[in-house]
């Protein structure tokens, strides 16, 4: 059945991507960002392109008009580097979420998608690098990451909300890191994976091969291939799962793993100079996918290094054609 979708944060790195593949799918499709649409990182020309701040409660009046599903990618964010240093600006991503609920509400939305992060789970359960995989309920009692975590959390709680009192159905996935080609790559938004492919790229071109790593490279993260993350969404969309459940990755790595398969693609070795005084976050987080392997059947398909291939591909031809990030990639 072809539906009217609308992608909030369609000029991100993830909306990016969702609205490709509804596009291609036969689906009428709005996307929304705040950005100026020179600055979307994928802007399709079959889709209908709206640039609103999403904050506000008209304009996601405006973003949800005639629509039958709402997936909710919008969102201030960034790597550590961005999340610790500017929790009021992760926090007020709350208007977004809310105020799209209330326009949902008002205009009979039918299914509401928001994109939780990993960064809810409590510290406490995240102290080791030998983490076994957090689960579901390993976000209560709650103690998440500062700002932008308790923002997630928060949110999360306001779709279960208006799903119990308002009967809007809602879906809420928690993210574990995704990566993949059309992100953010520099400028300071940018998450591990396109860091280190970005300082190794600079490496290699510049025949300077020491490289900055933040913290001492021990600590540890999964990370998941932005195709994987579509087809999970999608499948949470469809599914009766009422509860928040884990989209992420459980092949756990260190650091310094994901800098030696960076390191052996580009065929290149660096130095490593670890900068302990640096954002670095929690000292070891991976998903246990327990439950959405039982309930849906999902597991990434494409392992680390094949994904950090594609990844490290798409960013040497952004630096090497000198693209900024804030060029535009009109696709079609
Ligand atoms: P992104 O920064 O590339 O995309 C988010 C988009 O939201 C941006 O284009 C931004 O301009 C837009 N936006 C911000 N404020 C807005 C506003 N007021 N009105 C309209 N648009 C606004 O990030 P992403 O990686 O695509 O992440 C998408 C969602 O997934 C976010 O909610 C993020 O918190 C969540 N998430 C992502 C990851 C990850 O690893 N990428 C991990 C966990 C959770």
């Not at 949800?64 to 964010?77: F, I, K, T």
């Not at 492919?197 to 998941?224: P, V, Y």
Request: some cysteine.
């Amino acid at each position: 059945m072809k539906k009217k979708i609308i992608v909030c944060g369609g000029g991100g790195f993830i909306g990016g991507h969702l609205v490709k593949i509804f596009l291609e799918q036969g689906h009428q499709v709005r996307a929304v960002d705040r950005k100026p649409q020179t600055a979307w990182y994928q802007r399709h020309a079959g889709a209908e392109n709206l640039t609103l701040n999403l904050q506000h409660l008209d304009s996601c009046m405006t973003a949800l008009q005639g629509a039958d599903e709402c997936y909710n990618l919008a969102a201030d964010m960034g790597g550590m580097g961005f999340i610790e240093n500017n929790k009021a600006l992760c926090m007020l991503s709350v208007l977004i979420n809310t105020h799209l609920l209330v326009a949902a509400r008002a205009l009979g939305v039918s299914r509401f998608f928001y994109a939780s992060s990993a960064c809810v789970y409590a510290a406490y359960k995240q102290t080791e690098t030998e983490n076994p995989g957090l689960k579901e309920e390993d976000a209560y009692p709650a103690m998440p990451e500062d700002g932008y975590g308790w923002e997630k959390l928060f949110s999360e709680r306001m779709c279960r909300h208006f799903m119990e009192d308002f009967g809007i159905t809602t879906r809420v996935a928690r993210f574990h890191n995704v990566y993949g080609p059309f992100g953010t790559f520099d400028g300071g938004r940018e998450k591990a994976p396109a860091a280190i492919c970005r300082k190794i790229i600079n490496a290699k071109l510049s025949g300077n091969h020491t490289i900055e790593i933040w913290g001492d490279g021990r600590q540890t993260r999964s990370f998941m291939y932005i195709d994987d993350c579509t087809k999970g969404i999608q499948a949470i969309m469809n599914s009766d799962i009422i509860e928040p459940i884990n989209l992420g990755s459980d092949e756990m790595v260190s650091i310094n793993k994901l800098v030696d398969i960076v390191e052996d693609i580009a065929k290149i070795k660096v130095v490593r100079n670890y900068n302990l005084d640096a954002p670095k976050g929690v000292r070891g987080r991976s998903s246990d996918n327990t439950l959405i392997k039982q309930l849906l059947g999902w597991a990434p398909d494409i392992c680390l290094y094949d994904g950090m291939e594609k990844t490290y591909a798409w960013i040497y031809d952004q630096i090497k054609s000198g693209t900024s990030k804030d060029s535009i990639y009109n696709i079609g």
